[in-house]
Nanobody, 126 residues
Framework: QSHFVESGGGLVQPGGSLRLSCTAS????????MGWFRQAPGKEREGVSC????????NYADAVKGRFTISRDSAKDTVYLQMDSLTPEDSGTYSC???????????????????WGQGTQVTVSS
């Protein structure tokens, strides 16, 4: 069972923006590298963005580079995903999860655990 809770999804028109939030229940995300993933109906889950535990580095999928921004607020123990210039292809269920890191001290789109929360639904449609 996931200890991470996502919020902030909704219905938005193409070109619009949303900010997703990820919080933890019963633990702290302080030491975790955190990632956002999304899954559209009939498609595999894919990594969207991740942020190193210290916030010192971030990664983005090519499809969202320049449009999405990941950040974390240690004081609030929250990870955010600011999504701008949304397109219908961005629709899906967005989930957050701890991720692994590379030897180069960057985060990678590989979940640390195999469990997922309910996620938050993002629908981009006119």
């Amino acid at each position: 069972q996931s200890h991470f809770v996502e919020s902030g999804g909704g219905l938005v028109q193409p070109g619009g923006s949303l900010r997703l939030s990820c919080t933890a229940s019963g633990l702290t995300m302080f030491y975790y590298h955190m990632g956002w993933f999304r899954q559209a109906p009939g498609k595999e889950r894919e990594g969207v963005s991740c942020i190193y535990s210290t916030g010192s580095s971030t990664n983005y999928a090519d499809a969202v580079k320049g449009r999405f921004t990941i950040s974390r607020d240690s004081a609030k123990d929250t990870v955010y995903l600011q999504m701008d210039s949304l397109t219908p292809e961005d629709s899906g269920t967005y989930s957050c999860a701890p991720v692994l890191s590379s030897p180069q001290a960057t985060c990678v789109f590989k979940p640390l655990y195999g469990s997922w929360g309910q996620g938050t639904q993002v629908t981009v449609s006119s």
